[in-house]
């Protein structure tokens, strides 16, 4: 066989094993990149905690309501579907910082904490964002707040952003995770009229709070809001 041609039948060779290489990569690289995308999932933060009870009324503690409360979260979110990591799901006291380092290693998608709130007088749910919000963390906020307006509360006190007298402050889970995050004050712990509420309608509260974010997680994958928000 001559040289000329022994060569160019190399050349072929090389070039099929060089684009079938190629190929190899490119399917590899879809496969990393797929398996690297981040998960759906989302963070319950049941506030307070172990000796840091949070706000009382008589025997009542916030930790144990906060806790009641995002246990039936969870198991509404997981019949839907959805991956669901709590920062304590018993009587556990972990730090701010430790909730949020939490929430960011897991990766989540979005991040909500549960409490209720505390005063000489006052009563109805408020939902705190970060003082520049973005759109996922404000739709968030106002989904879950018009869900637990329908189930009843005995006011809504609205959708707020940055710290209780301090629009230019951030309370620190808002400020600390990466994901879009809200902290839903469900109702005053001090006010008998929203402790009968929280009561009777625990199970349809849990249900309204994981139906609001299963639509804020809808509407991230179809293009309504940002898929991958993350704060600054």
Known sequence: MPRRVRKRKWRRAALCICSALLILFCIAAVFYWQSAKREISVCLDAGHGGNDVGAIQGERYEKDDNLRLALLVRDALEERGVTVYMTRDDDTFLSLEERCKFANRKRCTLFVSLHRNSAESGNGVEIWVENTPGKTDWALAEHILDGLSEVGISKARGVKSGYVHNADGN??????????????????????????????????????????????????????????????
């Open 171 to 232: 309370y620190y889970v808002n400020a600390h995770t990466n994901m879009p995050s809200c902290l839903v004050e469900n109702g005053f712990i001090t006010s008998e009229t929203d402790n009968e509420l929280f009561d009777e309608n625990l199970d349809a509260y849990a249900e309204a709070i994981a139906q609001a974010i299963y639509l804020t997680l809808q509407e991230t994958q179809s293009g309504v809001l940002p898929e991958s928000e993350t704060k600054t």
